[in-house]
């Protein structure tokens, strides 16, 4: 028996680790390290070598530290050491190398290894299989995404719905996959209820503000009345959204594009983000008019979107669409936003107003609202967004 069997774990909780380690790799940068201890010449392949891996095993349970993760099985040892490179785990190997030597064990007689994979962890040994971790390719109903590249493509890994996903359209919802839980399927049909009446309402009340926002904005700067823009929704499809122009003709995405390309591209780990803060403050400032200032202090110009809620291309809430330069640029995580419809207001939004120092959160929300979606949650998210609209909070 282990002397330390608490640090020692099974292959399934190792895997779970590995995941999680894996996750933090992606959104936040945190490196891990794997090693992995076999023996040479088929060493640990005897007879003695479960006795030896228990040896080797409770040496080294004693010298990780709580938030590492060991395994043992299969005639290998596997350490997930969490927080640390290549380079740092070699020096973690010396000082297992050590404690092992004192107990009078062939170090010579083992092979030591160093991955920072998750998939590597699983060519290490072909005795140990890979889980079957759920994967969605998301059919693409347009060209967008046939032409990125891997690490582009909308791909759900282990996506924890469990109960199918829905499409909506333009006459309402489509179910994809079987769904085994009949009031969530329920809930899916009235939230595209809501949708329908709340979008048919809206547009109706709204409508005697049109005829004066369409005076504002062709007083405040030539051009046409409505912005339409592609965006990318619901599983990776395209629509054209649209709302109240704000900002002058004669500037195109192209500074829109820069500032996207710092912000998620090449300057992403060379760039001060307070830096970014202000580079987002002036390019907004230089390119917005007098009226459509008016109009999104008080969220106006959003009031437009309301038919592409009643089109089924949005819903009421959900996370906001990105143009398709931006998605280009998304980290592999952040894909999972897209596995529910985009929204006029949605967690995010109602937290916090996405800049250059909180755009990552910005996607925490969005995917965890993607994640635990339920009716309830959509209706508390309007109820806080009408008095955020009436207070102007979070407006510019």
Request: proline share 3%; with cysteine; hydrophobic share 40%.
């Amino acid at each position: 028996m282990f002397a330390n069997i608490d640090k020692i774990h099974d292959h399934s909780y190792f895997i779970e680790r590995l995941n999680i380690e894996q996750n933090r790799l992606e959104r936040f940068n945190h490196h891990y390290s794997i090693v992995r201890i076999q023996g040479n010449n088929g060493s640990l392949n005897n007879s003695n070598s479960a006795m030896l891996l228990n040896t080797i095993g409770n040496l080294i349970s004693h010298q990780i530290r709580k938030t590492d993760t060991l395994y043992v099985g299969n005639n290998n040892i596997f350490i997930l050491l969490a927080n640390t490179n290549k380079a740092q785990a070699k020096l973690a190997i010396k000082k297992f190398s050590k404690v092992i030597i004192k107990e009078k064990i062939n170090v010579k007689n083992l092979d030591f290894q160093v991955s920072n994979s998750a998939d590597d962890f699983y060519s290490l040994d072909n005795s140990i299989q890979k889980p079957n971790i759920q994967k969605k390719t998301i059919e693409v109903k347009t060209n967008f995404l046939k032409d990125l590249s891997f690490k582009q493509k909308y791909l759900v890994q282990g996506y924890q719905m469990g109960i199918g996903v829905i499409a909506y359209n333009t006459i309402g919802i489509s179910l994809l996959e079987d769904i085994s839980d009949s009031s969530l399927y329920i809930q899916f049909l009235l939230k595209r209820l809501i949708d329908i009446i709340g979008s048919i309402v809206g547009l109706i009340l709204f409508s005697p503000l049109f005829l004066l926002i369409f005076l504002l904005i062709k007083i405040s700067s030539p051009g046409p009345i409505l912005f339409k823009q592609e965006r990318i929704g619901h599983q990776g499809t395209t629509f054209i959204l649209y709302k109240f122009r704000t900002l002058r003709v004669s500037h195109s995405n192209s500074l829109h594009k820069q500032y996207i390309d710092t912000l998620l591209g090449k300057g992403r780990e060379t760039i001060k983000k307070t830096n970014l803060v202000e580079k987002y403050k002036k390019q907004i400032s230089a390119r917005i008019t007098w009226a459509g200032k008016i109009l999104r202090k008080t969220s106006l110009d959003e009031l437009p979107q309301l038919w592409n809620v009643l089109k089924g291309d949005m819903s009421l809430v959900g996370p906001r669409p990105h143009p398709i330069y931006e998605i280009e640029k998304y980290q592999l995580w952040y894909y999972k936003r897209l596995q529910v419809l985009p929204g006029i207001t949605g967690l995010s939004k109602i937290h916090l107003r996405c800049t250059p120092v909180n755009y990552d959160e910005a996607m925490r929300y969005d995917i965890r609202y993607a994640e635990n979606w339920n009716l309830m949650l959509d209706i508390k998210i309007i109820l806080y967004t009408i008095p955020m609209v009436l207070l102007l909070k979070n407006s510019y």
